[in-house]
């Protein structure tokens, strides 16, 4: 079954603690971005990543980091992680076909930081 | 910077049609999307359009007018289950970055 999977799908954690949220994709996509969702704010880029060792910031990049070493995963990594983080965390894929670019969604990462 | 503007919520009778507006200001178009989005779920694409004019896909239709920086979506025969949020998503003329807006809370009532 196509699909991009995320994990943890939940995570309550403490201000400092480093942390990666993982997603992968079995779709062969080149595209793969991160979005967070915060009420009244709606998705907002993080990064992105065009393939393999190819990442660019979002609207959104402070105090995140990833990573893009094969073409299926794509970790969030937060270094150092502040409450102003806690948010709802999509990972997206996408073939980059331009007549279509269909992002496909993951489940979400609901993430608490205290 | 980027704008991307729809209404908060929309209320609308199972049966009825419903049109959702998008307005929004970019640096540059290369394409506007609509994702449907149910409570504690992920987005899900709905319609593409990078061309002026209506794009139609069952009971849900897309338009977009480039000179007005303005779309809309669709909905015929609503059914209860259409009831979420839409999001509106603009690409601009760079290719790689997506702005969503803030999305549209449509309840659908009996």
């Known amino acids: 079954e196509a699909q991009v999977t995320q994990n943890p799908r939940y995570l309550i954690t403490v201000t400092g603690k480093k942390l990666t949220v993982t997603c992968s994709q079995n779709?062969?996509?080149?595209?793969m971005s991160w979005y967070r969702q915060d009420p009244g704010l709606g998705l907002r880029q993080i990064y992105y990543s065009m393939n393999v060792e190819v990442t660019d910031k979002g609207d959104v990049p402070e105090g995140y980091k990833v990573s893009r070493k094969e073409k299926r995963n794509f970790p969030l990594i937060l270094e150092s992680p502040s409450p102003n983080q806690t948010s709802l965390y999509f990972c997206a894929s996408s073939l980059r076909d331009y007549d279509t670019d269909t992002q496909y969604f993951g489940p979400g990462t609901r993430l608490t930081v205290l | 910077g980027q704008n991307i503007d729809q209404p908060t919520e929309m209320t609308a009778t199972e049966g009825a049609i419903v049109q959702i507006n998008c307005t929004y200001q970019?640096?540059?178009?290369?394409?506007l999307f609509w994702y449907q989005q149910h409570a504690g779920e992920a987005p899900t694409f709905l319609s593409y359009?990078?061309?002026?004019g209506l794009e139609e896909k069952g009971r849900f239709s897309s338009f977009l007018s480039r000179s007005k920086g303005y779309s809309y979506l669709l909905l015929k025969e609503l059914q209860m289950k259409d009831s979420a949020s839409y999001l509106c998503a603009v690409r601009p003329d760079t290719g790689n970055q997506f702005y969503f807006g803030t999305g549209t809370s449509l309840t659908v009532i009996p």
């Open positions: 970019t640096s540059g178009f290369n394409g």
């Open positions: 359009n990078v061309l002026d």
């Open positions: 779709m062969n996509h080149e595209y």
